[in-house]
């Protein structure tokens, strides 16, 4: 786990999704891996998503050069239903 900020693109830029820890997991049985982040107040999930191998999804890159931020695109189950967002996550 790693506190740090989340951040997704809406149609007014970047904004914050929330400060919490985000976790990287892994299913015991099939190994498949999962992003979670959950806010440290209130222990809401704020990002859920399998990380899979596809060149859209999933693909970390620096985000405005700044080294400790990186930014990707993933489909999200965090809000109930699965759409593809825009995150960054700053470390941190």
Not at 37 to 57: C, E, P, R, S
Request: glycine share 10%; proline share 1%; hydrophobic share 40%.
């Amino acid at each position: 786990a790693q506190r740090s900020q989340l951040f997704w693109f809406r149609e007014r830029g970047w904004e914050e999704r929330g400060t919490g820890e985000a976790k990287i997991l892994r299913h015991r049985t099939s190994g498949v891996a999962r992003f979670l982040f959950q806010q440290k107040q209130t222990l809401k999930i704020m990002g859920n998503f399998g990380i899979v191998d596809h060149k859209v999804y999933c693909k970390l890159r620096t985000h405005a050069g700044h080294p400790l931020m990186l930014a990707w695109i993933a489909l999200d189950y965090s809000e109930g239903e699965q759409r593809a967002e825009k995150f960054a996550l700053k470390f941190g």
